[in-house]
């Protein structure tokens, strides 16, 4: 984990040095996604998980959709001017500030990441329309406070917040220091915020899913985990799900035709704290 430290939106983002001979997951998702901030070995160890998972690039463009239309729905029927988007990842298409400040200019946002990689690339999400904000800060998710303190100083929690964490809890291995830290961060944010979450998961080719995730493990990279729809509903068990509750990623609200959705990988959820 890296201990580095950024300016905020006014001043400029320090670019660190960077690992590039050992796989990251966060270039491999851009890689997925048809990016190109993403190096050889990424693309290696990428490759290596398709043998396992072929269809797993459509769980990353699901993941991504869900995002935006998670957000859509939250900076305009729900009414959510302020996010705390944590575990950012690279900036690609649809970052979160862009689709709420499309709904809501006056939205302010602040991403939280702790990866150099990402903190390389953060310039580009510390753009805002003039009647919003955006934020970067350098954190790790096994330290809520220390994220709620920093994320302070752009978003005012004596108002509706809105917590994403896609992709970011399978990082934390054991469930019950996930769900403490879940719990942590939505005390601290007053009722009608909301969290958002997607996860890796065993529903949906749980064996093969089982085999990439324990490659990805012995390869060198921060390990992950993958949970049940089960353990999922626990992140919630303090909210009121907004329908259709917790569901594999596509079919979360879908743009398309039912007919025409696949299941994925990832499932996803978005919670109501009353």
């Not at 996604?33 to 769980?59: A, C, M």
């Not at 900036?91 to 500030?97: L, Y």
């Not at 509706?160 to 719990?183: K, R, W, Y």
């Not at 303090?238 to 035709?257: A, F, N, Q, Y």
Request: hydrophobic letters at 40%; a negative charge.
């Amino acid at each position: 984990m890296s201990d580095l430290s950024t300016s905020r939106s006014e001043g400029a983002v320090r670019i660190p040095k960077l690992r590039t001979r050992v796989s990251h997951s966060a270039r491999i998702w851009n890689y997925w996604l048809g990016g190109r901030d993403n190096y050889q070995i990424d693309q290696e160890v990428g490759d290596h998980i398709l043998s396992f998972v072929p269809e797993i690039p459509r769980s990353a463009i699901a993941d991504r959709q869900f995002l935006a239309r998670a957000v859509n729905h939250l900076a305009g029927e729900a009414g959510i001017r302020q996010f705390l988007d944590i575990g950012t990842g690279l900036p690609i298409v649809d970052n979160t500030h862009e689709v709420a400040q499309r709904v809501a200019p006056t939205s302010r946002v602040v991403y939280v990441d702790n990866d150099p990689v990402v903190l390389s690339h953060a310039r580009a999400l510390l753009t805002s329309t003039p009647e919003g904000a955006t934020d970067y800060i350098d954190a790790d998710v096994h330290a809520p406070d220390t994220i709620l303190q920093g994320a302070a100083g752009t978003l005012d929690f004596s108002q509706p917040v809105a917590i994403t964490m896609l992709g970011i809890l399978n990082f934390v291995l054991d469930t019950d220091e996930a769900q403490s830290i879940v719990h942590r961060l939505l005390d601290a944010v007053p009722s009608g915020s909301y969290l958002v979450v997607s996860h890796p998961t065993t529903e949906v080719d749980g064996p093969a899913m089982t085999q990439a995730v324990r490659y990805w493990n012995n390869q060198g990279s921060a390990p992950m985990t993958l949970r049940t729809r089960e353990e999922l509903l626990r992140f919630f068990d303090r909210l009121d799900l907004v329908d259709p509750g917790v569901v594999t990623c596509s079919r979360w609200r879908p743009d398309i035709s039912p007919d025409e959705i696949v299941d994925v990988t990832h499932f996803c959820g978005v919670g109501r704290k009353p």
